[in-house]
């Protein structure tokens, strides 16, 4: 499982994103709670409720868009 640490400009850790070995990605914020869910398959980014937040994958988008 990789892990990709998303930073601020200031060089803190706002989040990361794990992919998982079926190509699935899970975004965290810097406190761990799951904010989204990327699949592959379906190109569908989802928030942590399941909701669709949009095509493609956009989990550092979701973390940006929480932590502001």
């Known amino acids: 499982m990789a892990t990709e640490t998303i930073r601020d400009c200031h060089q803190r850790v706002i989040?990361?994103?794990?992919?998982?070995?079926?190509?699935?990605?899970?975004?965290?914020?810097?406190?761990?709670?799951?904010?989204?869910?990327?699949?592959?398959?379906?190109?569908?980014t989802r928030d942590r409720h399941f909701r669709v937040f949009g095509g493609g994958n956009q989990l550092s988008a979701l973390i940006r868009r929480i932590r502001a």
């Open 15 to 44: 989040g990361l994103i794990r992919t998982h070995v079926d190509g699935k990605q899970t975004a965290y914020d810097e406190r761990f709670h799951m904010l989204g869910i990327y699949d592959p398959k379906m190109d569908l």
